[in-house]
């Protein structure tokens, strides 16, 4: 599975669980083919709720966000790192 295709299937999970509008600007940056965009801004609206899906993985996110070089070059937030494992910790259920 490639990144494009993880990325797809990791909003899909986790779109019941963000308002409207943050699923439409997730969508927004996937429909422009800014698939790594669109994976922070998924990080990112998932932090504000203090959820996570189901099926959370933490290697494969982590892994994810490894992959698509956002652990230094993040656009939306200034360190999605810090953000990711202040997510983590916040929705812990």
């Known amino acids: 599975m490639n990144h494009e295709e993880k ?3 990791l909003i899909d ?3 019941d669980l963000l308002a409207k509008e943050g699923i ?3 969508l927004h940056f996937w429909n422009h083919g800014e698939v790594e965009i669109a994976f922070e ?3 990112v609206e998932l932090s504000k709720q203090s959820k996570r899906p189901q099926c959370f993985d ?3 996110w982590f892994g994810l966000l490894t992959e698509l ?3 230094e070059d993040s656009v939306l937030v200034g360190d999605l ?3 990711f494992q202040d997510w983590v910790e ?4």
């Open 69 to 71: 070089g956002l652990r």
């Open 41 to 43: 801004g998924l990080i």
């Open 7 to 9: 990325v797809y299937r």
């Open 90 to 93: 916040s929705s812990r259920g």
């Open 13 to 15: 999970q986790s779109k």
């Open 24 to 26: 439409d600007e997730i």
């Open 58 to 60: 933490y290697d494969e």
């Open 81 to 83: 790192v810090e953000v």
